[in-house]
């Protein structure tokens, strides 16, 4: 897919580039391409010549812009840079799918093991492990999607606490129970590292290290042209033309920082790395003894839950080229993606929770054996201009470990917070709040958590979703509730099975405080049905 997006776009713009009525002030690329023009347009070699150029000229821009910065920063933003370059040379020359769809192997008998056969370490044992672990967060986006200014992991989500918070709670219970020094790790973007250093102070008095550093800052391309958006390295003047390349430039990123040498040369072992807004991605003493054990020999293990069918875009293991492979619905095949939603074919989905081998880290990196496969992402700057940015997911890198594991964990360990649906569920009765991690309430019959589906017009920020109700509702036998329209609630409403509140336009549902909702379909005209 890579490749072709880049052939259709280097054999169209080369075929201008020989045209006798090109003007003298089109882009240097054009011009540069004219000396290949006795080469057939349509032949793999005018293709290898054209993507030469494009990837030279790219280079000479990449001079240009670190030429902008000061000298003393120069070396570092060269190096950082080099990794744009070279992945922007990846995308130009992949050829074809990443993957061939009847090569994928089916999934070996040990490759995902089951959390329920982990042994439990002892207290010592637990203590001994925990001095050979860092906890890594990944810190890079923003509140804008929920309607939040600032750094997601800001937003209070319970008890006027924030996903950072809780975070470091969590990390303090662990250190004061078992007497040791596990650090914390936030992994910044461009985006969120000033506000962050700033919110960090608070936590001085706090028994837990905390370290940051921030993943790469890449310019965006003009789409049309292969050419990068920014004149300089000055950043903050333009924000709109850089990009955080995704997680998946967590390896290099955290090796450049020189954080990955000073965690391995303190005896470190292992890094668990999560998302920020995933509630459920505490430290698992068990999965740590796995890994940790004499006999074990595992790099890197991926966390794995089932598939539901919320979960079907959702990236699932794979085994190809007798190893394990992440694979994401952007590499399927069109004719293939009903497959690949299937909950039958594919039984799990990465929760993005991984534990990684340091060492094994630096030596991935230092070999340059990453090879990640590059997302596409379009988008369009306000101008109007549209550019495409390469990004790579951090899962993507378990194939170039040794001996990686997958590991079906309970549900409970993915608790994504990415809609105001999401805030609802863990801001109410639903869970308990346990030095800093939330706990299914034992007062819920079932293990799973009931389908919410809140309407965007009304609810998708977190101030006009807060607005609507007086208190969380009882949601303790909720199995679905799907509320569209303007609707508002009392104090003390409880749902009960399958609820569905639906205010028409123009018209405004008021649930009175104390309702008791149950199998309910509740439309515009306030007329109440039995489900």
Avoid at 118 to 141: I, W
Avoid at 464 to 476: G, K
Wanted: aromatic letters at 8%.
């Amino acid at each position: 897919m890579t490749s072709q997006i880049a052939d259709e776009f280097l054999l169209g713009h080369a075929e201008k580039a020989v045209s006798p009525t090109d003007s003298p002030d089109q882009p240097r690329f054009y011009r540069k391409v004219r000396g290949h023009q006795r080469v057939p347009s349509g032949s793999q070699e005018f293709k290898d010549l054209t993507k030469r150029d494009a990837l030279e000229q790219m280079k000479n821009d990449i001079e240009r812009l670190v030429s902008t910065v000061p000298e003393a920063q120069r070396e570092a933003t060269k190096k950082e840079l080099d990794g744009f370059s070279s992945l922007f040379e990846r995308y130009l020359q992949e050829k074809g799918p990443s993957l061939s769809w009847n090569d994928i192997q089916k999934l070996p008998e040990n490759a995902v093991r089951d959390y329920a056969s982990l042994e439990t370490p002892s207290t010592e044992d637990a203590r001994n492990m925990l001095e050979k672990l860092v906890v890594v967060k990944l810190n890079g986006g923003l509140g804008t999607s929920m309607g939040c200014r600032g750094p997601k992991s800001v937003i209070p989500v319970r008890s006027d606490l924030t996903f950072l918070d809780l975070t470091v709670q969590q990390i303090e219970y662990l250190n004061k129970t078992y007497k040791v020094n596990v650090p914390l790790v936030l992994m910044n973007s461009f985006n969120t590292d000033a506000d962050t250093q700033k919110i960090i102070r608070k936590y001085k008095g706090v028994q837990v290290e905390i370290y940051t550093f921030s993943q790469s800052c890449f310019p965006r391309i003009e789409k049309e042209s292969l050419m990068p958006v920014p004149k300089d390295c000055h950043v903050e003047k333009n924000l709109e033309a850089w990009y955080p390349p995704g997680h998946g430039d967590f390896y290099e990123s955290f090796s450049n920082s020189g954080l990955l040498k000073k965690f391995i040369k303190q005896g470190r072992k292992f890094c668990f790395l999560s998302n920020i807004d995933n509630l459920g991605a505490t430290v698992d003493l068990n999965i740590l003894n796995m890994l940790l054990k004499s006999n074990s020999t595992s790099e890197f293990l991926m966390e794995v839950t089932d598939k539901t069918r919320a979960d079907v875009k959702g990236g699932t293991l794979i085994q190809y080229d007798n190893k394990l492979r992440l694979l994401e619905i952007a590499q399927v095949p069109k004719e293939h993606v009903d497959e690949f939603k299937s909950v039958k074919t594919f039984k799990f989905f990465n929760t993005n929770n991984l534990w990684v081998d340091l060492e094994a880290i630096e030596r991935v990196v230092s070999e340059g054996g990453l090879n990640m496969e590059i997302i596409i992402n379009h988008k369009s700057l306000g101008n109007g201009t549209n550019v495409i940015q390469l990004e790579t997911a951090v899962g993507a890198a378990m194939k170039a470990f040794n001996h990686s594991v997958g590991l079906n964990v309970p549900r409970s360990r993915f608790l994504p917070v990415k809609k105001t649906s999401d805030l609802m569920l863990v801001m109410s009765n639903l869970y308990d709040l346990n030095h800093g991690s939330l706990i299914m309430s034992p007062k819920r019959m079932f293990p799973t958590t009931p389908l919410i589906k809140l309407g965007d017009a009304h609810f998708a920020k977190v101030k006009d979703f807060l607005s609507r109700f007086a208190n969380i509702p009882d949601l303790l036998e909720l199995d679905h509730l799907t509320v569209s329209g303007d609707v508002t609630f009392g104090r003390g409403v409880s749902f009960k099975g399958t609820v569905i509140i639906i205010a028409n336009h123009g018209d405004r549902i008021d649930i009175p405080a104390e309702s008791l909702l149950e199998n309910k379909i509740i439309s515009g005209n306030l007329r109440i049905l039995d489900h």
